[in-house]
């Protein structure tokens, strides 16, 4: 019995339909992906490109800004010279008011609340004092002695009225000035201002006293 030669197996090609419906060689696919080419990323954002400064105009608009600065005078010897600070406020061993001392004081470590108190009428005046009529001179040597026998008294607060000077030369009170100035140079005093406007205002002075 003879026996029939085998034949060779056919190579099958493994076909597919495609979206677009055109048949397509699936084995041709597999080995065409290794010989496509390596895609190249392009960048097509934009690069912002520096602007160029125009040197001269800066330099016009430094020499323009610098046109009133003094320059420093330099020492021959290279010494250094300390700077002080522009804002630093001066060294003061008591605080007066911004209207000036003759308005309102406060000694060294008095909180300035204690001025305030004053003003409104928050202290209770336990003696007065009238200056009319007196000379400068005879005026501040009678407040030093009403502010010593006031202490003596223990009284925290007491009034002198020196008044405003409106009948003075040239409306000035040389009185309400020099009394207001013993009043600073004396221990006892903590801190004075303007009494009330309801007693005196700006022609007395509420005094407030160490206990």
């Known amino acids: 019995m003879q ?15 495609r979206a677009d419906g055109a048949l397509h060689d699936q084995t041709a696919a597999v080995r065409s992906i290794g010989e496509r080419p390596a895609c190249r990323v ?3 954002c934009p690069v912002k490109k520096r602007e160029e400064t125009n040197d001269a105009s800066d330099a016009d608009a430094f020499a323009r800004e610098m046109v009133n ?7 021959p010897r290279g010494r250094m010279h300390a700077v002080l600070p522009v804002n630093a406020p001066p060294a003061t061993t008591s605080s007066a008011s911004p209207d000036g001392p003759e308005n ?4 060294h470590g008095v909180d300035r609340r204690e001025i ?10 336990g003696d007065r004092c009238d200056l009319h009529g007196l000379t400068a001179a005879d005026a501040c040597a009678r407040v030093r002695r009403f502010i010593d026998n006031s202490r003596h008294r223990r009284h925290r ?5 020196h008044g405003r000077g409106l009948h003075s030369k040239e409306s000035v009170s040389v ?24 007693d005196g205002g700006a022609g007395a002075v ?5 206990r």
Do not use: N, W
């Open 104 to 107: 309102s004081f406060a000694a």
């Open 206 to 210: 509420y005094v407030l006293l160490r």
């Open 116 to 125: 305030k108190k004053l003003k409104r009428g928050q202290y209770v005046v």
């Open 69 to 75: 600065v003094v320059p420093l005078v330099t020492d």
């Open 42 to 44: 392009e960048y097509t």
């Open 3 to 17: 026996r029939r030669p085998r034949r060779k197996p056919q190579k099958r090609t493994r076909l597919r339909l």
């Open 157 to 161: 607060c007491v009034c002198i009225v």
């Open 175 to 198: 009185l309400r000035t020099r009394v207001r100035e013993s009043l600073r140079s004396h221990r006892a005093v903590l801190a004075y201002a303007d009494a009330p406007r309801g």
